[in-house]
């Protein structure tokens, strides 16, 4: 079956540092990759995407490129600021017509000024 | 982009009572509506899919029984639980899925809602 497995936290950061959260996955045919943030007491907000292998998904200064080879996408900021504590959730869904999105367990990101 | 909410946003209730939560898609007409299920600290479970006109499509080890979807019209779904227990207390987040054009951003994309807290006492 699919799968996501993203990095557990928490991951405690300095403002203007860089954060890297490692998402790999296990699936079959030709996924869809997403992350997803979300912030204390709200629901889940699409961050950014990637369709197809090599895609580069980029969104509010985050990164993720879509590696077939290593089935991963891991999600990447040059400098965090103290809005962006949030936990990110990576997730997948199987194919170009598939509708269950499957998730990795989240990791909890906390900025510090 | 599209806009999904959710009310209540946050419910207490006794254990025997039932509760009902609404997702509504604000503009746009969702086929497919999703629920799922979040413990403290943990990731989404998917409860059940939801489709409108038809019977829900309930995950493995979801009771039917025991959370009741409804999705009567292309905007709402509900999601009741029923005889609530302590251990239902979660946070519950619907979402749905914008089936639009193909080419657009947005198609197929899944929005979710706020989320509702629900406590059972």
């Known amino acids: 079956g699919n799968s996501v497995t993203q990095m557990e936290g928490p991951v405690t950061l300095s403002e203007e540092a860089f954060l890297t959260i490692n998402c790999t996955y296990t699936a079959t045919g030709y996924p869809s990759l997403f992350w997803y943030v979300q912030y204390p007491g709200e629901g889940l907000q699409l961050l950014l995407k990637a369709t197809k292998a090599d895609d580069k998904g980029s969104n509010k200064g985050f990164e993720a490129t879509y590696r077939k080879e290593t089935t991963s996408f891991h999600l990447e900021k040059g400098s965090v600021q103290v809005s962006d504590s949030a936990v990110y959730f990576c997730a997948l869904k199987p194919g170009a017509a598939g509708n269950k999105l499957t998730f990795g367990g989240g990791t909890r990101v906390l900025v510090k000024p | 982009g599209a806009v999904v909410s959710q009310h209540p946003s946050w419910v207490i209730c006794k254990s025997g009572t039932s509760v009902k939560i609404e997702c509504r898609s604000l503009d746009f007409q969702a086929t497919t509506m999703f629920w799922y299920r979040q413990f403290p600290k943990q990731s989404l479970m998917l409860m059940a899919t939801s489709n409108e006109g038809s019977k829900a499509t309930y995950e493995q080890g979801v009771e039917k029984d025991k959370f009741l979807i409804n999705h009567a019209s292309l905007t709402l779904s509900t999601l009741t639980v029923t005889s609530a227990h302590p251990e239902d207390s979660s946070f519950y987040i619907c979402?749905?899925?914008?089936?639009?054009?193909?080419?657009?951003?947005?198609?197929?994309?899944?929005?979710f809602g706020p989320g509702t807290r629900l406590t059972v006492l």
């Open positions: 979402s749905a899925r914008d089936p639009g054009l193909a080419g657009v951003s947005s198609y197929n994309e899944q929005f």
